[in-house]
């Protein structure tokens, strides 16, 4: 079973900061991962399909890339609202997440 | 609009088995899969299941053996029923469509909490 790493646990970082997080995939995955917001108390929302396509809706301050095994999620001037976990998941085949990165605004 | 909806009891005794329901509007569940994911407190998410649009179900490997998922089209109604709850299946239990038949969540519940506890 491919097995999908994030890194860091945790991240504090400024209002109008850039931040980067990353996902490693135990076996190349080829474009076949998402990425999805979580903030307290609410259900997971999609930002992020096949590494690098926004859904709709979601602000362009947020970049997806990587492709095979190594993945990066970046927000660009962090706002107050970006505060909450991240998660990403291999999709097709059995799906699988990450155990997500929490982006606390200092 | 799009909506999933989850349903069923807080709180299950210990060995005993839970039973959700999903009770979907503003698509089809002969046109998309719907997936059950759940969450324990403080945790990640973790993918339970699936319903195919043609009625085919597949199971995570680690739940498979207690796990059944199906469905009432006729009520847009998907189910989940797992039996031998443990304290660790104690988490938010969420439902979520399949955008593209490629287990790419568009859609989800707003979950429901389910407590395993005597």
């Known amino acids: 079973n491919i097995v999908m790493t994030q890194s860091p646990k945790s991240m504090s970082i400024s209002v109008g900061d850039r931040v980067t997080m990353n996902c490693k995939a135990s076996q190349n995955v080829g474009n076949n991962i998402a990425w999805y917001q979580q903030k307290p108390g609410q259900s997971p929302k999609l930002l992020i399909y096949y590494a690098s396509n926004r859904y709709t809706g979601v602000p362009d301050r947020f970049t997806g890339g990587g492709y095979g095994t190594d993945f990066t999620l970046t927000i660009n001037s962090v706002q107050a609202e970006d505060a909450a976990f991240y998660y990403c998941q291999r999709i097709y085949n059995s799906p699988t997440f990450g155990a997500g990165t929490k982006l606390e605004l200092k | 609009q799009v909506q999933l909806k989850e349903s069923g009891p807080g709180l299950v005794q210990p060995s005993q088995t839970l039973s959700l329901t999903c009770t979907v509007s503003?698509?089809?569940?002969?046109?998309?899969?719907v997936h059950w994911v759940r969450q324990p407190p403080g945790k990640g998410l973790e993918w339970m299941g699936r319903m195919r649009y043609n009625g085919d179900t597949s199971y995570n490997s680690a739940l498979k053996s207690r796990l059944s998922i199906s469905r009432d089209t006729s009520k847009n109604q998907v189910f989940l029923k797992m039996n031998s709850l443990q304290t660790d299946d104690t988490g938010t239990y969420y439902c979520?469509?399949?955008?593209?038949?490629?287990?790419?969540?568009?859609?989800w519940g707003q979950g429901v909490m389910v407590t395993v506890s005597s």
């Open positions: 503003g698509f089809s569940l002969t046109s998309y899969n």
């Open positions: 979520t469509r399949d955008w593209g038949r490629y287990n790419l969540f568009d859609y």
